[in-house]
């Protein structure tokens, strides 16, 4: 049964150092301070001409108009400079985690200066016509558009509603011309200050199911990439002779799949090699030596078939083969000489040979064109039979046919025994 995932309930916690976070952080907020000065750009030029309006032509408050031309020109001059300096473009992706925590710091100035302006704009407005638009756009904007902790809006909303209410004990009319603005105002923080937090709530949220989802992709990618390494690990090793680390008998039906590919006539010699009296000294020696003599010769064959381009393989028990595309038969017969000048380095004994006191091969190779794929199936018989053919006219030989026709044989010691 799949598990299901449970996130716990509560307060997400952020670490200080996850620089991640407050990269986020500061990069939505810096967006968002360069949408709210828009905003409020307009607004102010809305409200300001307005009120202009109010006073040059309708003759309200003439006496106070400069005092609203501070505010609003402050307000304006504030967004003004975020707009010139302040842009999303410019934001560091690669800074220090200070530099973003100071961000942070700075976008919560920002908002306090902008609710004490706002503020100022709508204890005027309170005074002369009775309401606090401002102020209450002004909040509800900055608590529904920027990710802050509820502390950095705490302050200037406990100032905020200090100064509205002893603004509205100080005036000297009737007070229930304000009554309902500040029932507004009173209410209106606390359901704000709500909305902040959660806003930031939901912002931790969020990074922190972005960082899980983050992880279990890496590790599912990890694992992906683990399995992908070892099914490959896999399928070599199934290609591969566990004892002698070349190509098995799978190995080679690969490379001849992958050699019928090539476009035909194409030339093919086809070596087929045989440890002689193998079972002999591999008895007498024991299967420790026998495995050792095994894993030199593949070793030998090894080295020579990548250095010639060729390909070569374990046939089964003492047997080897040897695939050479496109060789003369003079480059057939010095990768021969080469496999037993390498293999007679290694001074393998073998006193149960009728032959010689050393490892001897025998080795029988067929060459030709191949114009379809039954013809490398018939390579390998007419190999093997030239193979038999050595060992039955004494082993420790060499023999190259092509087209029934013998290129080349080497036997020293046909039909002779050891003295």
């Known amino acids: 049964m799949r598990k299901k995932i449970q996130f716990k309930e509560g307060p997400p916690i952020i670490e200080e150092n996850d620089i991640n976070f407050y990269r986020k952080l500061a990069q939505q907020n810096l967006n968002r301070m360069y949408l709210v000065s828009k905003i409020f750009l307009f607004m102010i030029l809305f409200l300001a001409i307005l009120n202009i309006g109010s006073f040059l032509f309708f003759n309200e408050h003439t006496e106070y108009h400069r005092i609203y031309l501070i505010p609003y020109s402050l307000l304006f001059i504030t967004n003004c400079l975020i707009l010139l300096f302040v842009h999303p473009n410019r934001f560091k992706t690669n800074a220090s985690i200070n530099y973003y925590k100071q961000f942070e710091e700075n976008v919560a100035i920002f908002v306090c200066w902008i609710l004490m302006l706002s503020l100022g704009i709508s204890m005027l407005d309170q005074i002369f016509y009775h309401h606090t638009i401002i102020y209450s756009i002004a909040a509800v904007i900055s608590t529904s558009f920027f990710v802050m902790r509820i502390r950095y809006f705490i302050a200037p909303f406990i100032t905020s509603i200090v100064a509205l209410a002893l603004n509205y004990f100080n005036q000297a009319q009737d007070l229930y011309h304000y009554y309902f603005e500040m029932q507004l105002v009173i209410m209106l923080l606390p359901i704000l200050l709500?909305?902040?937090?959660?806003?930031?709530?939901?912002?931790?949220?969020?990074?922190?199911?972005?960082?899980?989802?983050?992880?279990?992709?890496?590790?599912?990618?990890?694992?992906?990439?683990?399995?992908?390494?070892?099914?490959?690990?896999?399928?070599?090793?199934?290609?591969?002779?566990?004892?002698?680390?070349?190509?098995?008998?799978?190995?080679?039906?690969?490379?001849?799949?992958?050699?019928?590919?090539?476009?035909?006539?194409?030339?093919?010699?086809?070596?087929?090699?045989?440890?002689?009296?193998?079972?002999?000294?591999?008895?007498?020696?024991?299967?420790?030596?026998?495995?050792?003599?095994?894993?030199?010769?593949?070793?030998?064959?090894?080295?020579?078939?990548?250095?010639?381009?060729?390909?070569?393989?374990?046939?089964?028990?003492?047997?080897?083969?040897l695939l050479a595309p496109d060789k003369k038969p003079e480059d057939i017969i010095v990768i021969y000489n080469h496999i037993i000048q390498e293999i007679n380095q290694y001074e393998l004994k073998n006193v149960t040979s009728s032959i010689s006191n050393k490892v001897t091969f025998s080795v029988g190779a067929y060459r030709g064109d191949i114009e379809s794929s039954d013809d490398i199936q018939d390579f390998l018989h007419k190999s093997d039979s030239l193979l038999y053919e050595i060992k039955e006219s004494g082993r420790n030989g060499f023999i190259l046919m092509e087209d029934e026709e013998v290129l080349y044989k080497y036997q020293p010691n046909a039909y002779k025994t050891k003295p």
């Open 194 to 321: 709500i909305v902040a937090s959660t806003n930031y709530r939901k912002f931790v949220a969020s990074h922190k199911q972005q960082e899980y989802l983050y992880q279990e992709t890496n590790r599912a990618n990890k694992l992906a990439s683990d399995l992908a390494i070892a099914n490959s690990e896999l399928k070599r090793l199934s290609f591969t002779d566990e004892l002698t680390h070349i190509a098995n008998r799978r190995g080679f039906h690969k490379y001849v799949a992958d050699l019928k590919k090539r476009s035909s006539p194409f030339n093919l010699t086809v070596l087929m090699l045989d440890i002689d009296y193998f079972k002999n000294f591999n008895d007498y020696y024991g299967h420790a030596y026998g495995d050792m003599v095994l894993s030199r010769v593949s070793t030998v064959l090894s080295n020579i078939a990548s250095s010639t381009n060729c390909f070569t393989a374990r046939w089964g028990g003492e047997e080897f083969i």
